[in-house]
C-alpha cells in the first residue's frame, strides 16, 4: 500500500494581519469611488497648463528683453474696452499671455463669479483674447479642479468627504504594503511581488497590476495624499507644520485688512499700483511670472497683494507682499508664504513647496510625468481591488455546501486491500 501523499498546510495569518487585511478590504470598498474620482481628476490638473497652452497656441508669447507692461498700462486697457467693469487681478508666466480678470463692481464673488478674462500681449499690450463668463459657469479645467476638491458637491459638503476619504487612502496604501509583503522571500516570491505575468489569466493578471504597480507607486502616492491633506485637513496642516519646524505654530489664514481711516490719503489705484510694483521688481528684478490684485475702492478694508515667482510654472519659490491701499505701507505678516525661499526654515520651506510636490513640478517636467501616472495608478487600484474582492467573492459561492465529499483515489488503476481479512458468515444450505 503506497501512503498518500498530503499538500502542506499553509501557515495560519496572524492577528495583526487578519486586522490589517479586514481593513484594507474594506476601507477599500467603502471609499474606491471617491479615490477613484480624486486619482483622475488630479490625474488631468496635472497637465492643465500644458492643455491649455495647447489648445490656445494664440496664449504663447515669445519671450523678450524688454519690461513687461504696468498695472496701469493695464488698468488703461480696461478703462477702454468694459468701462463698465473693475478689475480684479492680474497673473503672468514668462513665455505666455497676461490674464487680467474684470468684474462687475461691488461685492466680489470668488468662487463661480462672472465676469470678463481678458488675455493681453505683455510687451504690447494687444487684446488677444476675450472670453466672458456667466455666474455659476465654469470652464474643463475648473470643473475637473471642483471634481477633485469637492466630487462636484456644494464645497462645504463635498471637502470633507474629499479630505477624509484622502486619509483613508494613506491608510490603504499602508495596510497594502503589510498584505504585499510576502511572509518568505525566495525567487517565487519575488517574482509575484515585483513582476506582472502578462501571460497568465485574467485574474492573475489583475492581481499582479494591483499589487505590484500599486507597491511602485506607493511613495509618490503618499506624498500627493499627504500634500493633499495639508492643503484640506486644518489639524493635519498645523501639527505638520508644528513637527517638521521644531515647535512654531502655523499662522491662521486671514485675509489682510487696510486702514480705512487713511481713506482721504488715498492715490488714484493706476499710481499706487506702479509705486507698488517697481518697489516689489527693485527686490526681485529677475522674476518670470507675477500674480497681483487691484485695489478694490468698494471695499475699505481689502489690501493689494502682489506675488512674485522666480521660475516659470514653479510657486515654492515665490515671494509675497501685501500692502495698505492707502498707505501703501507693506502689512506685516510672519506665515511662510511671505518671507523669502532662501531665508525661511526647513519646515516652512516645506510649506512652501506644498503644492509643488502634490502637482509634481518641483521636479519640472518629469516630475508633472510621475505625478501623472502615479495618479492615474492611484485610480486604477480602486479597480483591480475590487475585482479580485469580487473574483474570490464568487468563487466561494461557487463551492458546494453541505456533507465534504471522500477523497478520491490518487491511483484509480490500482485496488488497495485492508491488512485485515474480514471472513464472510457462513450461512446453511
Not at 506607493?218 to 505638520?240: C, E, K, N, P, Q
Amino acid at each position: 500500500m503506497r501512503p498518500q501523499t498530503r499538500t502542506p498546510k499553509k501557515p495560519k495569518d496572524s492577528l495583526f494581519r487578519k486586522i490589517n487585511n479586514w481593513l484594507h478590504l474594506w476601507l477599500g470598498l467603502v471609499s474606491g469611488i471617491i479615490v477613484f474620482v480624486v486619482c483622475i481628476t488630479g490625474c488631468i490638473w496635472v497637465f492643465n497648463e500644458e492643455i491649455t497652452g495647447f489648445l490656445e497656441p494664440e496664449s504663447k508669447i515669445a519671450y523678450q528683453q524688454k519690461p513687461v507692461i504696468t498695472p496701469a498700462a493695464l488698468l488703461d486697457i480696461a478703462q477702454k474696452n468694459h468701462p463698465q467693469l473693475v478689475p480684479s487681478y492680474a497673473n503672468y508666466q514668462q513665455g505666455k499671455a497676461i490674464n487680467l480678470f474684470l468684474r462687475k463692481p461691488g461685492k466680489e464673488v470668488r468662487r463661480g463669479g462672472g465676469g470678463v478674462l481678458l488675455k493681453i500681449d505683455p510687451y504690447s499690450g494687444k487684446i488677444i483674447s476675450t472670453k466672458v463668463s456667466k455666474k455659476g459657469e465654469t470652464d474643463f479645467f475648473r470643473f475637473i479642479l471642483n471634481g477633485h476638491r469637492a466630487l462636484w458637491l456644494p464645497y462645504d459638503i463635498g471637502r470633507p468627504i474629499v479630505n477624509y476619504a484622502t486619509l483613508t487612502f494613506v491608510v490603504l496604501l499602508i495596510t497594502g504594503l503589510v498584505w504585499w509583503y510576502p511572509k518568505k522571500w525566495n525567487k517565487a516570491t519575488r517574482d509575484k511581488s515585483f513582476k506582472i505575468k502578462w501571460g497568465a489569466s485574467f485574474k492573475r493578471v489583475n492581481l499582479d497590476l494591483h499589487n505590484v504597480l500599486g507597491f511602485y507607486s506607493m511613495l509618490f502616492l503618499l506624498a500627493i495624499a499627504f500634500t493633499g491633506m495639508v492643503i484640506g485637513l486644518r489639524w493635519f496642516s498645523d501639527g505638520l507644520y508644528w513637527v517638521t519646524t521644531g515647535g512654531d505654530k502655523m499662522t491662521e489664514f486671514r485675509r489682510f485688512q487696510s486702514d480705512s481711516l487713511q481713506r482721504s490719503a488715498a492715490r488714484e489705484p493706476k499710481v499706487a499700483m506702479d509705486i507698488l510694483w517697481k518697489k516689489v521688481l527693485t527686490e526681485n528684478p529677475r522674476s518670470m511670472g507675477f500674480y497681483y490684485t487691484f485695489p478694490d475702492m468698494d471695499n475699505a478694508a481689502t489690501a493689494i497683494t502682489m506675488i512674485v515667482y522666480p521660475t516659470a510654472g514653479q510657486f515654492y519659490n515665490s515671494c509675497s507682499y501685501t500692502f495698505d491701499q492707502y498707505t501703501l505701507k507693506p502689512i506685516k505678516r510672519k506665515d511662510a508664504y511671505a518671507m523669502p525661499y532662501e531665508q525661511a526654515k526647513f519646515g516652512q520651506k516645506l510649506r512652501k513647496m506644498n503644492y509643488d510636490i502634490h502637482v509634481g513640478a518641483i521636479l519640472g517636467l518629469p516630475g508633472k510625468m510621475l505625478a501623472f501616472f502615479a495618479s492615474l495608478i492611484g485610480a486604477s487600484l480602486p479597480i483591480t481591488g475590487f475585482l479580485v474582492w469580487w473574483g474570490k467573492r464568487n468563487k466561494k459561492s461557487r463551492k458546494a455546501p453541505g456533507i465534504k465529499q471522500p477523497e478520491s483515489n490518487p491511483h484509480p488503476a490500482k485496488i488497495l486491500y485492508p491488512t485485515k481479512t474480514i471472513q464472510e458468515p457462513v450461512t446453511e444450505s
